[in-house]
T-cell receptor, first 112, second 113 residues
């Protein structure tokens, strides 16, 4: 079974608003990564947060990690139409090392 | 620097046919992997490799074979195609382990009739 699940499944916002999506996972992890996928394309890495980190920033992205709740959130501030895409979290669990588990994704639509 | 390349982009197979999906990377990455993406299911790991000559099974390995004879190439073989293998297949590569970002290829859309 998949390690991660994103919530919500779909999100529609106006340009300029903030978008928040959440990821929950099942077992202890080494790292958690977020990826973006534009329609019909491969995934692109956004940000990585290690299990001993609680928050990380990259440009308009802010990621938090709560290992006690086995959850992470991705915040995109001041969204743009170009942010329209699907967003996935991926984890590598402590007990399966080199295997990555992706969540089911959040589909974000930013309306101009 | 081409990154991760996959061929073909599209393929239609009949049930029972076999074929090989090609994946190559020019970044000298040790770790390579194959995923399938189905609607509503996210990406699921099929097989992965941590270096030339080393491969291992992922979450959904049945019906697929892999080999890693060079650092650059990681082909995925479908032994006897089934309609359940209709999916989009992605190859990815990264440095040694999960503490590094994965680079994804553009994908192969496979339909089995």
């Amino acid at each position: 079974s998949q390690q991660g699940e994103e919530d919500p499944q779909a999100l529609s916002i106006q340009e300029g608003e903030n978008a928040t999506m959440n990821c929950s996972y099942k077992t202890s992890i080494n790292n958690l990564q977020w990826y973006r996928q534009n329609s019909g394309r491969g995934l692109v890495h956004l940000i990585l947060i290690r299990s001993n980190e609680r928050e990380k920033h990259s440009g308009r992205l802010r990621v938090t990690l709560d290992t006690s709740k086995k959850s992470s959130s991705l915040l995109i501030t001041a969204s743009r139409a170009a942010d329209t895409a699907s967003y996935f979290c991926a984890t590598d669990a402590v007990d399966t090392g080199n295997q990555f588990y992706f969540g089911t994704g959040t589909s974000l639509t930013v309306i101009p | 620097n081409a990154g991760v390349t996959q061929t073909p982009k599209f393929q239609v197979l009949k049930t029972g046919q076999s074929m090989t999906l090609q994946c190559a990377q020019d970044m000298n990455h040790e770790y390579m992997s194959w995923y399938r993406q189905d609607p509503g299911m996210g990406l699921r790991l099929i097989h992965y490799s941590v270096g030339a000559g080393i491969t291992d099974q992922g979450e959904v390995p049945n019906g697929y074979n892999v080999s890693r004879s060079t650092t650059e190439d990681f082909p995925l073989r479908l032994l006897s195609a089934a309609p359940s293998q209709t999916s989009v297949y992605f190859c990815a590569s990264s440095y040694s382990d999960g503490s590094y970002e994965q680079y994804f290829g553009p994908g192969t859309r496979l339909t089995v009739t």
